[in-house]
Nanobody
Framework: QVQLVESGGGLVQAGGSLRLSCAAS????????MGWFRQAPGKEREFVAA????????FYADSVKGRFAISRDNAKNTVYLEMNSLKPEDTAVYYC?????????????????????WGQGTQVTVSS
C-alpha cells in the first residue's frame, strides 16, 4: 500500500514557476514508477510526466516538454515536478500517481490505468 500527498500548488502569473512535491509512504516507493497527471475543469485527466522506479528514464507529454521536469529522491520517498514557463492552459488540479511495478514503456506510463495509487491532488492556477 502506498499513500501519496501532493503539495506546492498555488497561484502564479504566466511565465512563472512552481515546484510540486509528492510525498509517499510505504516501503515500495523505491520500486514504483511514478507519474504526474492533471485535470482541468470540464476536461479529462491527462498525462503530464513520469519517471521510472530507478530514475533512469523520464517521459513527458508534448505540451510540457522542455518546460517541466520530473525527478525523484528515493531516500526521501518524494517525487517532484518542476514547472517553468507556466501558461494559463497549465491551470489544473495536478495528481501524483504510483505504479506498483518496475515494468515500463512510454505508452504504459502514459496511461491512467497503469497506476495503482493516487494522491488527492493540488491546484495549480496560472493567471494571464
Amino acid at each position: 500500500q502506498v499513500q501519496l500527498v501532493e503539495s506546492g500548488g498555488g497561484l502564479v502569473q504566466a511565465g512563472g514557476s512552481l515546484r510540486l512535491s509528492c510525498a509517499a509512504s510505504g516501503r515500495t516507493f523505491s520500486r514504483s514508477n511514478m507519474g504526474w497527471f492533471r485535470q482541468a475543469p470540464g476536461k479529462e485527466r491527462e498525462f503530464v510526466a513520469a519517471i521510472t522506479w530507478s530514475g533512469s528514464s523520464t517521459f513527458y507529454a508534448d505540451s510540457v516538454k522542455g518546460r517541466f521536469a520530473i525527478s525523484r529522491d528515493n531516500a526521501k520517498n518524494t517525487v517532484y515536478l518542476e514547472m517553468n514557463s507556466l501558461k494559463p492552459e497549465d491551470t489544473a488540479v495536478y495528481y501524483c500517481a504510483a505504479d506498483a511495478s518496475t515494468y515500463y514503456t512510454s505508452a504504459y506510463l502514459g496511461r491512467i490505468r497503469s497506476y495503482d495509487y493516487w494522491g488527492q491532488g493540488t491546484q495549480v492556477t496560472v493567471s494571464s
